[in-house]
Protein backbone atom coordinates (compact mmCIF):
# COMPACT_ATOMS: atom_id res chain seq x y z
CA UNK A 1 0.00 0.00 0.00
CA UNK A 2 1.62 3.19 -1.07
CA UNK A 3 1.85 6.67 -0.64
CA UNK A 4 -1.02 7.44 -3.15
CA UNK A 5 -3.16 5.06 -1.22
CA UNK A 6 -2.13 6.92 2.11
CA UNK A 7 -2.68 10.57 0.69
CA UNK A 8 -6.08 9.51 -0.57
CA UNK A 9 -7.06 8.57 2.92
CA UNK A 10 -6.29 11.25 4.33
CA UNK A 11 -7.78 13.62 1.80
CA UNK A 12 -11.28 12.04 2.48
CA UNK A 13 -10.51 12.55 5.74
CA UNK A 14 -9.89 16.39 5.27
CA UNK A 15 -13.00 16.28 3.05
CA UNK A 16 -15.21 14.80 5.94
CA UNK A 17 -13.76 17.67 8.04
CA UNK A 18 -15.09 20.55 5.52
CA UNK A 19 -18.43 18.76 5.12
CA UNK A 20 -19.41 19.11 8.86
CA UNK A 21 -17.60 22.33 9.84
CA UNK A 22 -14.62 20.59 11.69
CA UNK A 23 -11.91 22.33 9.25
CA UNK A 24 -9.34 24.65 10.62
CA UNK A 25 -8.24 27.28 8.78
CA UNK A 26 -5.60 29.50 10.01
CA UNK A 27 -6.06 33.05 9.24
CA UNK A 28 -3.17 35.35 8.02
CA UNK A 29 -2.92 38.13 10.03
CA UNK A 30 -0.28 40.92 8.71
CA UNK A 31 1.46 42.73 10.73
CA UNK A 32 0.88 42.63 14.71
CA UNK A 33 -1.62 40.27 16.55
CA UNK A 34 -3.15 42.32 19.29
CA UNK A 35 -6.33 43.94 19.67
CA UNK A 36 -7.07 44.87 16.56
CA UNK A 37 -5.41 42.51 13.53
CA UNK A 38 -5.41 43.17 10.08
CA UNK A 39 -6.62 39.91 7.83
CA UNK A 40 -5.73 40.23 3.92
CA UNK A 41 -5.87 44.17 4.43
CA UNK A 42 -8.85 44.36 6.07
CA UNK A 43 -9.03 45.38 9.94
CA UNK A 44 -10.64 43.50 12.49
CA UNK A 45 -11.36 43.16 16.44
CA UNK A 46 -9.36 40.59 17.91
CA UNK A 47 -11.09 38.07 20.57
CA UNK A 48 -8.74 34.68 19.50
CA UNK A 49 -5.72 36.00 21.04
CA UNK A 50 -4.60 34.92 24.73
CA UNK A 51 -2.48 38.13 25.13
CA UNK A 52 -4.60 38.93 28.22
CA UNK A 53 -2.85 41.64 29.25
CA UNK A 54 -1.66 43.16 26.21
CA UNK A 55 2.27 42.66 26.63
CA UNK A 56 2.74 40.78 22.97
CA UNK A 57 2.81 44.06 21.23
CA UNK A 58 4.26 46.39 24.42
CA UNK A 59 6.99 48.76 22.86
CA UNK A 60 9.03 48.05 26.46
CA UNK A 61 8.58 44.95 26.12
CA UNK A 62 10.00 44.99 22.29
CA UNK A 63 12.42 46.96 22.99
CA UNK A 64 14.07 44.41 25.49
CA UNK A 65 13.69 41.55 23.25
CA UNK A 66 15.14 44.04 20.30
CA UNK A 67 18.12 44.87 22.61
CA UNK A 68 19.24 41.46 23.90
CA UNK A 69 18.95 39.82 20.42
CA UNK A 70 22.11 42.93 19.81
CA UNK A 71 23.13 41.23 23.19
CA UNK A 72 22.92 37.28 23.21
CA UNK A 73 22.47 36.86 19.07
CA UNK A 74 19.61 35.04 17.89
CA UNK A 75 19.82 31.43 18.83
CA UNK A 76 21.42 29.04 22.17
CA UNK A 77 23.59 26.86 19.88
CA UNK A 78 23.71 23.78 22.33
CA UNK A 79 20.98 21.87 24.89
CA UNK A 80 20.45 22.97 28.56
CA UNK A 81 22.56 19.72 29.81
CA UNK A 82 25.63 21.64 28.07
CA UNK A 83 24.70 25.38 28.93
CA UNK A 84 22.66 27.85 30.47
CA UNK A 85 23.07 31.73 29.03
CA UNK A 86 22.42 33.99 32.08
CA UNK A 87 19.57 35.65 30.91
CA UNK A 88 17.56 32.37 30.80
CA UNK A 89 18.77 31.64 34.45
CA UNK A 90 17.46 35.07 35.52
CA UNK A 91 14.36 34.74 34.10
CA UNK A 92 14.04 31.04 35.97
CA UNK A 93 14.44 33.04 38.74
CA UNK A 94 12.10 35.62 38.32
CA UNK A 95 9.21 33.53 37.51
CA UNK A 96 10.13 31.29 40.85
CA UNK A 97 9.86 34.87 43.09
CA UNK A 98 6.79 35.36 40.99
CA UNK A 99 5.09 31.66 41.58
CA UNK A 100 6.46 32.25 45.06
CA UNK A 101 8.04 28.80 45.08
CA UNK A 102 11.51 27.58 45.20
CA UNK A 103 12.39 26.52 41.42
CA UNK A 104 11.38 27.03 38.13
CA UNK A 105 12.80 25.18 34.78
CA UNK A 106 11.42 26.69 31.75
CA UNK A 107 10.85 24.85 28.48
CA UNK A 108 9.80 25.27 24.54
CA UNK A 109 6.11 25.42 25.37
CA UNK A 110 3.56 25.15 27.65
CA UNK A 111 2.91 21.81 25.72
CA UNK A 112 6.29 20.23 26.10
CA UNK A 113 6.34 21.36 30.16
CA UNK A 114 2.99 18.92 30.97
CA UNK A 115 4.45 16.29 28.33
CA UNK A 116 7.77 16.39 29.99
CA UNK A 117 7.27 16.79 34.02
CA UNK A 118 4.07 14.12 33.92
CA UNK A 119 5.97 11.43 32.07
CA UNK A 120 9.04 11.86 34.06
CA UNK A 121 7.91 12.39 38.28
CA UNK A 122 5.71 9.80 37.67
CA UNK A 123 6.05 5.94 36.62
CA UNK A 124 4.34 2.35 36.93
CA UNK A 125 4.04 2.23 40.55
CA UNK A 126 2.27 5.48 40.45
CA UNK A 127 -1.77 7.29 40.12
CA UNK A 128 -2.55 9.84 37.87
CA UNK A 129 -5.88 11.16 38.45
CA UNK A 130 -7.15 13.60 35.93
CA UNK A 131 -9.98 15.97 35.41
CA UNK A 132 -11.93 14.75 31.70
CA UNK A 133 -11.58 18.20 30.54
CA UNK A 134 -8.29 18.42 31.23
CA UNK A 135 -6.19 20.31 28.28
CA UNK A 136 -4.81 18.06 25.50
CA UNK A 137 -0.80 18.31 26.52
CA UNK A 138 -2.08 17.00 30.48
CA UNK A 139 -3.50 14.18 28.17
CA UNK A 140 -0.92 13.07 26.33
CA UNK A 141 1.74 13.99 29.60
CA UNK A 142 -0.43 11.14 31.01
CA UNK A 143 -0.07 8.66 28.60
CA UNK A 144 3.18 9.55 27.49
CA UNK A 145 4.03 8.41 32.00
CA UNK A 146 3.59 4.61 32.45
CA UNK A 147 1.73 5.86 35.43
CA UNK A 148 -1.66 4.23 35.95
CA UNK A 149 -4.45 7.12 34.65
CA UNK A 150 -7.88 7.18 36.32
CA UNK A 151 -10.03 9.95 34.83
CA UNK A 152 -12.99 12.15 36.62
CA UNK A 153 -15.77 13.73 34.84
CA UNK A 154 -15.16 17.61 34.41
CA UNK A 155 -15.10 19.08 38.65
CA UNK A 156 -16.84 15.84 40.03
CA UNK A 157 -15.22 15.70 42.99
CA UNK A 158 -17.15 12.53 44.15
CA UNK A 159 -15.58 10.76 41.87
CA UNK A 160 -12.66 12.12 42.38
CA UNK A 161 -12.74 10.87 46.21
CA UNK A 162 -13.54 7.42 44.41
CA UNK A 163 -10.59 7.19 42.71
CA UNK A 164 -8.18 8.57 45.54
CA UNK A 165 -10.05 5.92 47.91
CA UNK A 166 -8.78 3.43 45.24
CA UNK A 167 -5.59 4.58 44.73
CA UNK A 168 -3.89 3.91 47.83
CA UNK A 169 -1.92 1.39 47.21
CA UNK A 170 -0.05 3.72 44.50
CA UNK A 171 3.49 4.81 45.65
CA UNK A 172 2.84 8.10 44.27
CA UNK A 173 -0.61 9.44 43.73
CA UNK A 174 -0.92 12.72 41.75
CA UNK A 175 -4.50 14.81 41.48
CA UNK A 176 -3.68 16.65 37.82
CA UNK A 177 -6.19 19.79 36.94
CA UNK A 178 -6.16 22.72 34.72
CA UNK A 179 -6.32 25.68 36.82
CA UNK A 180 -8.75 27.21 34.49
CA UNK A 181 -10.07 25.18 31.63
CA UNK A 182 -9.31 26.20 28.27
CA UNK A 183 -12.55 25.62 26.42
CA UNK A 184 -15.00 26.94 29.13
CA UNK A 185 -13.21 29.32 30.65
CA UNK A 186 -14.61 27.78 34.56
CA UNK A 187 -11.84 27.66 37.63
CA UNK A 188 -11.05 24.06 39.38
CA UNK A 189 -12.23 23.98 42.39
CA UNK A 190 -8.89 24.00 43.66
CA UNK A 191 -9.19 24.47 47.34
CA UNK A 192 -12.18 21.36 47.22
CA UNK A 193 -9.06 19.37 45.75
CA UNK A 194 -6.67 20.24 47.32
CA UNK A 195 -8.55 19.34 50.65
CA UNK A 196 -9.43 15.78 49.48
CA UNK A 197 -6.39 15.17 47.89
CA UNK A 198 -4.74 16.02 51.34
CA UNK A 199 -7.12 13.60 53.27
CA UNK A 200 -5.97 10.87 50.95
CA UNK A 201 -2.13 11.50 50.85
CA UNK A 202 -2.25 12.50 47.28
CA UNK A 203 -0.21 15.46 45.99
CA UNK A 204 -1.68 18.15 43.20
CA UNK A 205 -0.41 19.27 40.09
CA UNK A 206 -2.15 22.90 38.94
CA UNK A 207 -1.35 23.66 34.89
CA UNK A 208 -2.00 27.57 35.43
CA UNK A 209 -1.63 28.06 31.89
CA UNK A 210 -4.61 30.47 31.85
CA UNK A 211 -4.50 32.11 35.12
CA UNK A 212 -0.86 33.23 35.52
CA UNK A 213 -1.10 36.95 34.76
CA UNK A 214 -5.19 36.75 35.11
CA UNK A 215 -5.84 35.15 38.78
CA UNK A 216 -4.97 36.44 41.96
CA UNK A 217 -4.53 40.08 43.12
CA UNK A 218 -1.08 40.31 41.76
CA UNK A 219 -1.86 37.96 38.39
CA UNK A 220 0.61 35.01 40.50
CA UNK A 221 -2.22 32.74 39.62
CA UNK A 222 -4.99 29.94 41.04
CA UNK A 223 -2.43 29.40 44.23
CA UNK A 224 -2.88 33.40 44.82
CA UNK A 225 -6.57 33.57 43.70
CA UNK A 226 -7.41 30.87 46.48
CA UNK A 227 -4.72 31.55 49.34
CA UNK A 228 -3.23 27.83 48.73
CA UNK A 229 0.47 28.45 49.21
CA UNK A 230 2.49 25.95 49.72
CA UNK A 231 -0.19 22.97 49.48
CA UNK A 232 0.40 23.02 45.68
CA UNK A 233 3.23 20.77 45.23
CA UNK A 234 3.42 21.20 41.00
CA UNK A 235 2.76 24.21 38.98
CA UNK A 236 3.21 24.29 35.35
CA UNK A 237 2.65 27.25 33.15
CA UNK A 238 3.15 28.66 29.72
CA UNK A 239 4.68 31.82 28.93
CA UNK A 240 2.48 32.48 25.69
CA UNK A 241 -0.57 34.15 27.00
CA UNK A 242 -0.51 36.07 29.64
CA UNK A 243 3.09 37.12 29.47
CA UNK A 244 3.19 37.59 25.74
CA UNK A 245 5.76 35.25 24.58
CA UNK A 246 6.51 31.57 23.95
CA UNK A 247 7.60 29.15 26.28
CA UNK A 248 6.70 27.27 29.25
CA UNK A 249 7.75 26.80 33.20
CA UNK A 250 7.20 24.35 35.61
CA UNK A 251 7.26 25.98 39.38
CA UNK A 252 8.03 23.37 42.23
CA UNK A 253 10.28 22.17 44.41
CA UNK A 254 14.43 22.30 43.57
CA UNK A 255 14.55 18.93 43.68
CA UNK A 256 11.45 18.24 42.07
CA UNK A 257 13.06 20.54 38.70
CA UNK A 258 16.89 19.32 39.07
CA UNK A 259 15.27 15.82 38.42
CA UNK A 260 12.78 16.97 35.36
CA UNK A 261 16.54 18.47 34.09
CA UNK A 262 18.28 15.54 34.37
CA UNK A 263 15.91 12.68 33.07
CA UNK A 264 12.89 14.80 31.00
CA UNK A 265 12.84 13.80 27.49
CA UNK A 266 11.31 16.58 25.70
CA UNK A 267 13.67 18.86 27.75
CA UNK A 268 17.07 17.24 27.51
CA UNK A 269 16.49 15.61 24.00
CA UNK A 270 15.84 18.89 22.57
CA UNK A 271 17.92 22.23 22.42
CA UNK A 272 15.53 22.87 25.35
CA UNK A 273 15.72 26.93 25.68
CA UNK A 274 14.09 30.07 25.27
CA UNK A 275 15.89 32.09 22.73
CA UNK A 276 17.43 34.95 24.37
CA UNK A 277 15.11 37.66 23.42
CA UNK A 278 12.24 36.17 24.38
CA UNK A 279 13.99 35.78 27.63
CA UNK A 280 14.10 39.39 27.96
CA UNK A 281 11.32 40.12 26.20
CA UNK A 282 9.72 38.07 29.04
CA UNK A 283 11.49 39.47 32.21
CA UNK A 284 10.12 43.14 30.52
CA UNK A 285 6.68 41.86 30.75
CA UNK A 286 7.19 40.67 34.39
CA UNK A 287 8.23 44.41 35.15
CA UNK A 288 5.31 45.54 33.43
CA UNK A 289 3.03 43.05 35.24
CA UNK A 290 4.69 44.51 38.56
CA UNK A 291 4.65 48.23 37.70
CA UNK A 292 1.68 48.59 36.00
CA UNK A 293 -1.34 47.24 38.18
CA UNK A 294 -3.79 48.71 36.10
CA UNK A 295 -3.73 46.09 33.58
CA UNK A 296 -5.33 43.51 35.35
CA UNK A 297 -7.80 46.03 36.92
CA UNK A 298 -8.98 46.69 33.36
CA UNK A 299 -9.03 42.91 31.65
CA UNK A 300 -11.33 42.02 34.92
CA UNK A 301 -13.37 45.29 33.92
CA UNK A 302 -13.23 44.38 30.24
CA UNK A 303 -14.18 40.93 31.30
CA UNK A 304 -17.22 41.12 33.49
CA UNK A 305 -19.01 43.61 31.08
CA UNK A 306 -18.49 41.84 27.97
CA UNK A 307 -19.92 38.38 30.06
CA UNK A 308 -22.79 40.41 31.11
CA UNK A 309 -23.91 42.13 28.28
CA UNK A 310 -23.54 38.71 26.45
CA UNK A 311 -25.99 37.06 28.89
CA UNK A 312 -28.23 40.11 28.79
CA UNK A 313 -28.41 39.47 25.33
CA UNK A 314 -29.56 35.69 25.38
CA UNK A 315 -26.54 33.82 24.88
CA UNK A 316 -25.47 31.27 27.18
CA UNK A 317 -21.73 31.45 28.10
CA UNK A 318 -21.39 28.53 30.61
CA UNK A 319 -19.33 28.10 33.79
CA UNK A 320 -17.37 31.08 32.21
CA UNK A 321 -15.48 32.82 35.35
CA UNK A 322 -12.27 34.08 33.41
CA UNK A 323 -11.30 36.32 30.00
CA UNK A 324 -12.05 32.66 27.75
CA UNK A 325 -16.28 33.53 27.38
CA UNK A 326 -17.25 30.75 25.39
CA UNK A 327 -20.84 31.13 23.45
CA UNK A 328 -22.44 27.80 23.31
CA UNK A 329 -24.02 27.02 20.01
CA UNK A 330 -24.63 23.18 19.89
CA UNK A 331 -23.48 22.30 16.21
CA UNK A 332 -20.40 22.75 14.90
CA UNK A 333 -22.12 24.26 11.34
CA UNK A 334 -23.75 26.76 13.26
CA UNK A 335 -20.65 27.77 14.98
CA UNK A 336 -18.69 28.14 11.80
CA UNK A 337 -21.83 29.95 10.12
CA UNK A 338 -21.63 32.21 13.45
CA UNK A 339 -18.08 32.96 12.77
CA UNK A 340 -17.95 33.56 9.08
CA UNK A 341 -20.64 36.32 9.92
CA UNK A 342 -18.81 37.86 12.93
CA UNK A 343 -16.07 38.24 10.53
CA UNK A 344 -17.88 40.00 7.60
CA UNK A 345 -18.72 42.36 10.69
CA UNK A 346 -14.73 43.00 11.64
CA UNK A 347 -15.01 40.36 14.02
CA UNK A 348 -12.42 37.56 14.24
CA UNK A 349 -13.11 34.95 17.16
CA UNK A 350 -12.27 31.20 17.08
CA UNK A 351 -15.11 28.16 16.86
CA UNK A 352 -14.37 25.22 18.54
CA UNK A 353 -16.31 21.57 17.53
CA UNK A 354 -15.43 18.01 18.61
CA UNK A 355 -12.84 16.23 18.65
CA UNK A 356 -11.72 19.68 20.37
CA UNK A 357 -14.87 19.90 22.73
CA UNK A 358 -17.88 16.93 23.13
CA UNK A 359 -19.79 16.61 20.34
CA UNK A 360 -23.03 18.76 20.43
CA UNK A 361 -20.97 21.29 22.53
CA UNK A 362 -19.66 23.69 19.84
CA UNK A 363 -18.80 27.19 20.45
CA UNK A 364 -17.28 30.67 19.69
CA UNK A 365 -14.73 31.28 21.87
CA UNK A 366 -14.06 34.74 22.79
CA UNK A 367 -10.71 36.27 25.24
CA UNK A 368 -11.14 39.39 26.27
CA UNK A 369 -7.61 41.58 26.84
CA UNK A 370 -7.07 44.32 28.90
CA UNK A 371 -5.76 45.83 25.58
CA UNK A 372 -9.24 46.11 24.12
CA UNK A 373 -10.86 49.39 24.44
CA UNK A 374 -14.53 50.17 25.21
CA UNK A 375 -15.11 50.80 21.95
CA UNK A 376 -13.80 47.43 20.51
CA UNK A 377 -16.01 45.67 23.07
CA UNK A 378 -19.08 47.82 21.98
CA UNK A 379 -18.55 47.04 18.36
CA UNK A 380 -18.30 43.31 18.73
CA UNK A 381 -21.10 42.79 21.31
CA UNK A 382 -23.10 44.44 18.74
CA UNK A 383 -21.78 42.62 15.83
CA UNK A 384 -22.72 38.74 17.99
CA UNK A 385 -26.35 40.55 18.88
CA UNK A 386 -27.20 40.69 14.75
CA UNK A 387 -25.27 37.38 14.17
CA UNK A 388 -27.18 35.80 17.33
CA UNK A 389 -30.49 36.86 16.00
CA UNK A 390 -29.62 36.11 12.25
CA UNK A 391 -28.84 32.23 13.86
CA UNK A 392 -32.14 32.69 15.84
CA UNK A 393 -30.11 31.72 18.72
CA UNK A 394 -31.14 34.98 21.03
N1 LIG B 1 -2.17 24.07 29.04
C1 LIG B 1 -3.31 24.72 28.75
C2 LIG B 1 -4.42 24.68 29.75
C3 LIG B 1 -3.44 25.43 27.54
O1 LIG B 1 -4.57 26.06 27.23
C4 LIG B 1 -2.35 25.46 26.65
C5 LIG B 1 -2.39 26.24 25.35
N2 LIG B 1 -3.42 25.98 24.52
C6 LIG B 1 -1.20 24.75 26.99
C7 LIG B 1 -1.13 24.09 28.19
C8 LIG B 1 -0.03 24.69 26.06
O2 LIG B 1 0.71 25.87 26.15
P1 LIG B 1 1.60 26.34 24.93
O3 LIG B 1 0.68 27.01 23.96
O4 LIG B 1 2.60 27.26 25.54
O5 LIG B 1 2.23 25.12 24.34
Known amino acids: MGFGQLKQRLQQELDAFQQEGRFYSSALFSGMQGPRIVIQGRPYINLASNNYLGFAQ ?133 PEIVNLAEAYGAIVYVDDAHGDGVLGSQGRGIVEHFQLHGRVAIEVGTLSKAFGGVGGFLASDATITSYVFQRSRPFTFSTGHLPPMVAAGLLAALDLLEEEPQRLKRLWENTVYFRQRLKELGFQTGASATPIIPLLVGEAVTATAFVEQLRSEGIFAQAFSYPVVAQGAARIRMIISAAHSQEDLARALQACERVGKNLRLI
Open 58 to 190: DPRVIQAAAMALKQYGFGSGNGRLVATMEIQATLERRLATLKQCEAVLTFQTGYDTNLGTLSTLFGAEDVLISDAANHASIIDGCRFSAAQRRVYPHNDLTTLEKHLRDSQNARTICVVTDGVFSMDGDIAPL
